[in-house]
């Protein structure tokens, strides 16, 4: 599983990918990221390989990147 942000100055963006066989861990950490960040907006691609872009405000989107690490590492 591979977790990465990108600060856009007010807006930040969280892009979280794994395999389909990661998917139980891959929906654990998405699901944590969204609800440590309120009003963040998301979109989740995937077949083999998954895809889970969430945007929103940078302070908010930098906790649900720390919950969604440790989601992550469980």
């Known amino acids: 599983m591979n977790i990465e942000f990108h600060d856009h100055g007010a807006t930040a963006t969280i892009i979280i990918n794994s395999w389909f066989r990661a998917f139980g861990r891959h929906c654990r950490a998405v699901d944590a990221a969204l609800f440590a960040a309120p009003g963040s907006r998301?979109?989740?691609?995937?077949?083999?390989?998954?895809?889970?872009?969430?945007?929103?405000?940078?302070?908010?989107?930098?906790?649900?990147?720390?919950?969604?690490?440790?989601?992550?590492?469980?």
């Open 42 to 74: 998301y979109q989740m691609k995937g077949g083999i390989f998954m895809k889970t872009v969430i945007n929103g405000k940078t302070v908010p989107l930098l906790r649900a990147l720390k919950v969604a690490k440790q989601e992550a590492a469980r």
